[in-house]
């Protein structure tokens, strides 16, 4: 059991460590849909390829408008699955070991 928990343990850490990952990605392209920058910067090219796969599919579902709240949507879910699956698997882990 303890091989098990220790395996669920270092799961919740490394979706831990993604999900921190994904928070900045998606607070950077936030911030940077709300100012005027530079779109032929390499570092925006870069952050719009890595996020535009994700956001664009929730753009459909949330209305059109001046601002772009689908980062903010995805920055929830990303917060939804921090606290119920990551913390699941570190709890589940931690009493197995």
Request: charged residues 20%.
């Amino acid at each position: 059991m303890v091989i098990i928990g220790n395996l669920l343990v270092a799961l919740g850490k490394i979706l831990n460590l993604l999900i921190s990952i994904g928070y900045i990605l998606f607070l950077a392209r936030a911030v940077i849909s709300w100012v005027e920058v530079d779109r032929d910067n390499q570092f925006v090219i870069k952050l719009h390829n890595l996020t535009e796969p994700v956001l664009d599919p929730i753009r459909k579902y949330m209305p059109a408008g001046t601002i772009d709240f689908s980062p903010m949507a995805v920055l929830l879910m990303l917060y939804f699955a921090d606290i119920f699956v990551v913390e699941s698997l570190l709890d589940i882990g931690f009493r197995l070991k």
